[in-house]
């Protein structure tokens, strides 16, 4: 029997490969026409939750057309942070659709975090009201903070930012960071509704809540709003009143409904994503159209930028480690 040997990469190896956000919103796009068009294998991601407010989750994909796949096996618990570990932790497996072996192994994080700012960056290309200028943020942790470099890549013309978090030090981290080198002008806020109240759109980006946060009077006529938690940060008035629900996964969607999201219902699914990006569905007809997307992170998304990792790196020195070498 051959030896089998797979690549490991560490977050920092990840890191030093550079790879812009522009890169990623453009793989991510990809991975999504593909699922509009049926050309992706990505079930409902099983999880396991040791604790109320957190989960490990199992998320595999396989592209057919362009012959690629592999798995993501992330956990996310809150309470790391009171322990200096992170919120967000795991790792991406990448497998050859020929032998079904691993080519690579590699730290999650970062790509994690990359793709779901991708995910809101295209639903913006494709849904947000023409002219639109002004950004609400609620969270100022990393997907706050990718989320608007990403949103800068499709909508240049964005210039007002509003900032709300409950630590006063990560908007203010918030705004010395972006409002320079990101040309916007960011407003630190005292409250989640002087944050968006009346924005062009509204993003989300916390973590479990007790309560919601947005309220359906703040989502004004043409407002795009975004929601990170699988609906916990809105109310359920604002949901269902949206004139447009759109998610990445209306199984996964339906899924997350049935352990407890969503509680006043489900809203009507207007289109996945997919079938946005793919020319199927049209993302905004009027603009005057609220548009709500809670995209609930599929593994297609992770699994596209990861093979573009492995692809990088795959004829390089990077680390090898052996699986097996004989038979047994």
Not at 12 to 21: A, Y
Not at 107 to 134: L, P, Q
Not at 182 to 207: H, P, R
Request: some cysteine; charged content about 25%; overall charge negative.
């Amino acid at each position: 029997m051959r030896r089998v040997e797979f690549m490991y990469l560490s977050q920092e190896d990840v890191l030093r490969l550079g790879i812009p956000l522009r890169k990623v919103i453009d793989l991510v796009e990809l991975g999504l026409s593909e699922h509009g068009h049926g050309r992706v294998e990505n079930p409902p991601k099983p999880g396991i939750h040791s604790k109320p407010d957190a989960f490990i989750h199992a998320m595999p994909a396989y592209y057919r057309e362009l012959g690629i796949g592999g798995l993501k096996w992330v956990s996310g618990y809150p309470s790391n942070r009171a322990l200096g570990l992170p919120q967000i932790a795991g790792l991406m497996v990448v497998n050859s659709m020929e032998t079904g072996l691993p080519l690579a192994v590699m730290d999650c994080r970062w790509i994690t975090a990359a793709r779901t700012a991708a995910v809101s960056a295209i639903t913006a290309k494709y849904c947000a009201r023409e002219g639109t200028d002004s950004l609400g943020v609620v969270g100022c942790g990393v997907q706050g903070r990718m989320s608007l470099a990403a949103f800068k890549e499709v909508l240049p013309g964005l210039g007002s930012v509003r900032v709300f978090d409950v630590n006063r030090a990560a908007m203010e981290r918030y705004k010395a960071d972006f409002e320079g080198s990101l040309s916007v002008d960011i407003t630190v806020c005292g409250s989640v509704k002087e944050a968006v109240d009346g924005a062009d759109m509204i993003l989300t980006a916390t973590q479990r809540l007790p309560e919601p946060l947005v309220r359906d009077e703040w989502f004004k006529p043409g407002c795009l709003g975004f929601g990170l938690e699988a609906s916990r940060a809105w109310y359920g008035d604002a949901i269902l009143g949206a004139d447009k629900f759109i998610t990445d996964s209306w199984d996964q969607t339906v899924h997350f409904h049935e352990q407890g999201a969503f509680p006043d219902g489900l809203p009507k699914l207007y289109a996945e994503l997919g079938e946005i990006v793919a020319g199927k569905k049209v993302g905004r007809h009027t603009q005057d159209e609220r548009i709500l997307a809670i995209n609930i992170g599929l593994a297609l998304e992770d699994v596209i930028v990861a093979n573009h990792v492995y692809e990088l790196v795959k004829d390089s020195d990077a680390q090898r480690l052996t699986l097996m070498e004989e038979d047994f």
